[in-house]
């Protein structure tokens, strides 16, 4: 029999229909809840208290903490909040998802080399500064996606068919000092699935129908059911297993060619547009999960 959750920090920066719906998993598990900003995280260094992180007094007392958010920042501040997150963790807070599952997420260029590490077939994938080795990328591949390095739900990312518009278009990048991260375009019929993993399990999986090659649901993407293959539910399963990840939004790309690859793992992923499609409580899942997470730091502790 699971162990019982007293108190469950999440991280987010506001309150909202994905917070409501996990305070909901949490209390059908007696389990309290505190929302924690991350903007109030802060890492304590001293030769007295040692190395630690507080967060406003919120942190105290807590069984467990779930990362449902890390707000868009400046590079320093998205470090700081990883880097405190694994103070805590290093302290024995049990983290899910665990820091080191969210750097190897929130980097794509990360995410694209564990997948290939692991055998997950992905779409082929340059990352550079120079706008000459970006063009070297498009010419190899001749039809590409360029994508912000850092998870960026969906915004900022554009295609590229023609040299001379690609040429612009990573000048422009480099000139901003934003990394290149080029990958090469599949067709797909403007359809791609999103499976949801969590604690070893695909749990819900929805096809996501778009009127363009874009099938993100903030481009307008419509989520349907969809019931996953074998292939499918083990490619995500794989997938999610290569970057750490507790639980995870899995995007496979059905290709033309009759290939499935995986094009993202994403460790904090939303999940209202699959709830909505499948009627699967995704948050009561991820609760388990967090609970199981807790139980089992509670035994090594032993």
């Excluded at 470090?79 to 820091?99: C, E, K, Q, S, T």
């Excluded at 996953?228 to 995870?248: M, N, Q, T």
């Excluded at 904090?268 to 948050?283: K, L, S």
């Amino acid at each position: 029999m699971a162990e019982t959750l007293r108190r469950v920090g999440i991280l987010s920066a506001a309150d909202g229909w994905h917070i409501a719906a996990l305070r909901r998993a949490f209390a059908a598990l007696h389990a309290d809840t505190v929302r924690i900003d991350p903007t109030r995280l802060r890492g304590d260094v001293s030769a007295a208290g040692g190395v630690g992180a507080r967060g406003g007094g919120l942190l105290e007392d807590l069984d467990a903490l779930l990362v449902r958010l890390i707000p868009p920042g400046s590079l320093d501040q998205i470090v700081f909040r990883v880097d405190a997150l694994h103070l805590l963790a290093d302290a024995g807070l049990p983290i899910v998802n665990a820091p080191r599952a969210l750097e190897r997420t929130i980097d794509k260029h990360w995410t694209s080399r564990l997948l290939l590490e692991a055998g997950v077939p992905t779409p082929r994938t340059v990352a550079a500064e120079r706008a000459e080795e970006a063009l070297r990328a498009f010419e190899a591949f001749g039809d590409v996606v360029v994508k912000p390095l850092l998870g960026s739900g969906g915004r900022g990312v554009f295609r590229i068919s023609d040299r001379d518009h690609a040429w612009r278009a990573f000048r422009a990048l480099e000139q901003q000092r934003s990394v290149l991260y080029v990958q090469e375009f599949l067709p797909h019929g403007n359809v791609d699935l999103r499976l949801f993993v969590a604690g070893g399990r695909v749990i819900a999986g929805a096809r996501r129908e778009g009127s363009g090659w874009k099938t993100n649901l903030a481009a307008g993407a419509r989520p349907v059911a969809h019931r996953p293959s074998a292939l499918e539910v083990d490619l995500a399963l794989r997938a999610a297993a290569a970057v750490g990840a507790d639980y995870a939004g899995v995007d496979l790309l059905p290709c033309d060619d009759g290939r499935t690859v995986v094009t993202e793992v994403n460790g904090i992923p939303a999940w209202a547009g699959v709830e909505a499609a499948t009627g699967v409580d995704v948050a009561a899942a991820i609760a388990a999960v967090v609970q199981a997470r807790a139980a089992a730091t509670r035994t090594r502790g032993r």
